[in-house]
C-alpha cells in the first residue's frame, strides 16, 4: 500500500522514525510541516468517537491543545450502521433506556384505571413510530457531537485507523483513500462489539445482537435471547414490555459478576411479567425456515436431550469484545492481554507505551460504564495539558440494571464480599419493601428487596462495603 511505502521511506538510518507526513500523487494526505523540525500533526490523537474519547478530546481542547478524533464504525453483519457518539449514544445506553422507559410506560397503562384514568384496554404498541422516534433521536446526537467538535475546533476524521508506528496512525476511508496522522499523545477509545458464538451453525448468517436491535424499522417479533448478560436481560425485559413474545436462553447463572440473590430476583419477576427462560442450555444450531422463521436446536445441558424452537428473531447477547483487532497495536509496541485482547495500562491510563493511553471498554480491569469512562477521558485530558494530578477512582462505581425491575448497586456483591473478607466477617442487612407507586394499582411487590452489607472486620475499621 502506499501508506507503507511511505512509512518506510520516512525511517532514517538504523530504521528510526523521522516523524512527519506528506502528500503524495496516491492519494495519502498529511503534514509535511515542520518535518524537519520533528513536529507532530497533533498535540492530541484520539481514537475512536464515543464517550470517553470525546470527552478526552473536548478537554484537550479546551486547554489549548490541537486535537484530532478519528473514528469509523464498521458495519454489523447484517449491515446496520451509525454515526458518531459510539456505543452509548448509538446502540447502547440511549437507545436501551427510551425502549424501556416505552416499555414501562405500557405497564402504567396498565396501572392507569386504578387511578382514575379511563382508557380503553388492550392498548397496542406500534414498534415503527417508537423506532422511527428513538432513531431520529439518537441522529439528533450524532450531529451534536459533530457541532461540538467544530466548535472545539477538534478536526474529525472519519477513517478506520491503524498504527503504522508509536506517534503515527494510518487511516483509510470507506473509499479507500489513506491518510497518515501524527501525535505527541495517543488516547485509544475504541470500545468495544457485540460477540457472536461463530462455532454455531447459522448464528451469523441469521443473529443479531444489540448493534442491530435498536436500529430495525419493524418489530423483531417472537424473539430468542441468547445469554444472561445485563445486555441480554435489559433487552428481554423491554421486548416482553412491548407485548412481545420473548424467550431468554441462558446457559448458567443470570448477570454474573452482580450478586446472585439480587439477580434472581430480577430474573424472577421477569418470568412473573411474561418472559420465558431456558436455563441450563446452549444453542447448536440456527436454520432459516422457507417461511422466513428461524428454526434454532438446542441442548438441555440437565438432561442431555435436544430441542427445537421456532422464532422470528435470534438476539445474541452473549458477550463483547474489545475493538483491538485491526488496530495494529504491535507496530506501537502496545501490549495486550492475550485472553481479553483488551489494552493493558497502569493507574494513569498509560499502556506499554508511556505517550499512548486507552480508556473505557478497550482498557483491561475497567468497567464498561460510560460515566467512568468520560471521566477518566476528562482527567487524562487534565493531567496531560492542565497540570492536575487526579487519576481515576474505578473503587465503588454504582451502576443499574434496567431490567423491568431495574436493579441499582454499589459496592461489593455479598459473595464478593466473602470471598475478600470471608463469611464471618460480613453481615448482611436486608429488607423486602413496597413501592409507593405499587400500592394503588396492587401490584405485587415480593422482588422489591434492599441489601447491605458492611465487612466488619476483628479489628480495627471497616475498610470495605457491599452493598446491592
Given amino acids: 500500500m502506499a501508506v507503507m511505502a511511505m512509512a518506510a521511506a520516512l525511517r ?9 507526513t ?3 500523487a496516491g492519494g495519502v494526505r498529511g503534514s509535511a510541516r515542520g518535518a524537519a523540525a520533528g513536529r507532530q500533526d497533533y498535540n492530541l490523537l484520539v481514537i475512536g468517537g464515543g464517550s470517553g474519547g470525546l470527552a478526552c478530546a473536548k478537554e484537550a481542547a479546551q486547554l489549548g491543545m490541537k486535537v484530532a478524533v478519528v ?56 414498534w415503527r413510530k417508537m423506532a422511527e422516534a428513538v432513531q431520529n433521536y439518537v441522529k439528533s446526537l450524532n450531529w451534536g457531537h459533530r457541532v461540538q467538535l467544530q466548535d472545539r475546533k477538534v478536526k474529525y476524521f472519519n477513517i478506520k485507523a491503524s498504527f503504522v508506528n508509536e506517534h503515527t496512525i494510518c487511516g483509510v476511508t470507506k473509499g479507500g483513500k489513506e491518510t497518515l496522522l501524527s501525535a505527541e499523545h495517543i488516547v485509544i477509545a475504541t470500545g468495544g462489539r457485540p460477540r457472536y458464538p461463530t462455532h454455531i451453525e447459522g448464528a451469523l448468517e441469521y443473529g443479531i445482537t444489540s448493534d442491530d436491535i435498536f ?4 418489530s423483531p417479533g417472537k424473539t430468542l435471547v441468547v445469554g444472561a448478560s445485563y445486555v441480554a436481560l435489559e433487552c428481554a425485559g423491554f421486548l416482553t414490555g412491548l407485548g412481545l413474545d420473548t424467550t431468554v436462553m441462558m446457559r448458567s447463572i443470570p448477570l454474573r459478576g452482580f450478586d446472585q440473590q439480587m439477580s434472581s430476583l430480577v430474573t424472577a419477576y421477569m418470568a412473573s411479567q411474561g418472559t420465558r427462560f431456558l436455563k441450563h442450555c446452549t444453542p447448536s444450531r440456527v436454520q432459516k425456515l422457507p417461511d422466513g422463521q428461524l428454526q434454532v436446536t438446542w441442548e438441555d445441558l440437565t438432561s442431555g436431550k435436544e430441542n427445537m424452537g421456532t422464532f422470528s428473531t435470534v438476539l445474541w447477547a452473549i458477550g463483547r469484545i474489545p475493538e483491538t483487532r485491526s488496530l495494529n497495536l504491535e507496530n506501537a509496541g502496545i501490549n495486550t492481554n492475550p485472553n481479553s485482547q483488551k489494552i493493558l495500562v497502569d493507574a494513569q491510563e498509560a499502556t506499554s507505551v508511556p505517550h499512548i493511553y486507552a480508556i473505557g471498554d478497550v482498557a483491561e480491569g475497567r468497567p464498561e460504564l460510560t460515566p467512568t469512562a468520560i471521566m477518566a477521558g476528562k482527567l487524562l485530558a487534565r493531567r496531560l495539558y492542565g497540570q492536575s494530578l487526579d487519576v481515576m477512582d474505578y473503587s465503588n462505581v454504582p451502576t443499574t440494571v434496567f431490567t423491568p425491575l431495574e436493579y441499582g448497586c454499589v459496592g461489593l456483591s455479598e459473595e464478593e464480599a466473602m470471598a475478600r473478607h470471608g463469611e464471618e466477617h460480613v453481615e448482611v442487612y436486608h429488607a423486602y419493601y413496597k413501592p409507593l407507586e405499587f400500592t394503588v394499582a396492587e401490584r405485587d411487590a415480593s422482588q422489591c428487596y434492599i441489601k447491605a452489607g458492611p465487612c466488619v472486620q476483628p479489628r480495627g475499621p471497616v475498610s470495605s462495603q457491599a452493598g446491592s
Fill in 215 to 218: 436500529w430495525l424499522k419493524e
Fill in 12 to 20: 532514517g538510518p538504523g530504521g528510526r522514525f523521522r516523524w512527519r
Fill in 22 to 24: 506528506q502528500a503524495t
Fill in 71 to 126: 473514528d469509523y464504525v464498521e458495519p454489523s453483519p447484517r449491515g446496520t450502521r451509525w454515526g458518531l457518539g459510539g456505543t452509548c449514544v448509538n446502540v447502547g445506553c440511549i437507545p436501551k433506556k427510551l425502549i424501556h422507559q416505552a416499555a414501562l410506560l405500557g405497564g402504567m397503562i396498565r396501572d392507569a384505571p386504578h387511578y382514575g384514568w379511563d382508557v380503553a384496554q388492550p392498548v397496542l404498541h406500534d
